[in-house]
């Protein structure tokens, strides 16, 4: 049986951290502000929520992704393939919404990720049960920010 490496397994999470923190990069900043400034749907949450939200699934993401990689069996490479694309679709998100504000597009890329999240996940489970599981938090959000993506959409 493999061992888990945590140095392995931390390249794997901040791996994952890093896109977060690129994508925030790219978005131009002034995100509370902007944020405030929309008018949101129904349960939309306070901005503080957002990156503590993401900061944990992040982390829960390249922990499922790392499980994925050492105890992987069925389709192995097919899910890290998805999870890298789907890795590629959420940093895409924060650019478009608070970058270049195109509520169109970002719906887009809500739905496009939703869809790939919700693959990788099935994938991951026919890898490991735990790295699937995993992935369960983060196809709720995805769900989550679709809806909310529409929301933005409509009222603004």
């Not at 097919?78 to 679709?89: A, D, H, R």
């Amino acid at each position: 049986m493999k061992k888990i490496k945590v140095t392995d397994l931390l390249i794997f999470i901040i791996s994952a951290e890093l896109v977060g923190a690129l994508s925030a990069l790219f978005s131009g900043g002034s995100f509370k502000e902007y944020y405030a400034s929309l008018i949101k749907p129904p349960i939309a949450p306070p901005s503080w929520v957002f990156p503590v939200a993401w900061v944990l699934l992040y982390a829960l993401m390249g922990t499922a992704a790392y499980l994925v990689h050492i105890f992987g069996k069925d389709q192995r490479e097919l899910g890290l393939k998805l999870y890298v694309l789907q890795l590629f679709i959420n940093f895409l998100w924060s650019p478009v919404f608070f970058g270049t504000k195109c509520f169109p597009a970002a719906v887009v890329i809500a739905a496009v990720l939703l869809l790939t999240v919700f693959l990788t996940t099935v994938v991951f489970f026919k890898n490991d049960d735990t790295a699937g599981a995993l992935f369960v938090p983060y196809v709720l959000w995805s769900a989550y920010g679709l809806y909310l993506s529409v929301g933005f959409l409509i009222l603004n």
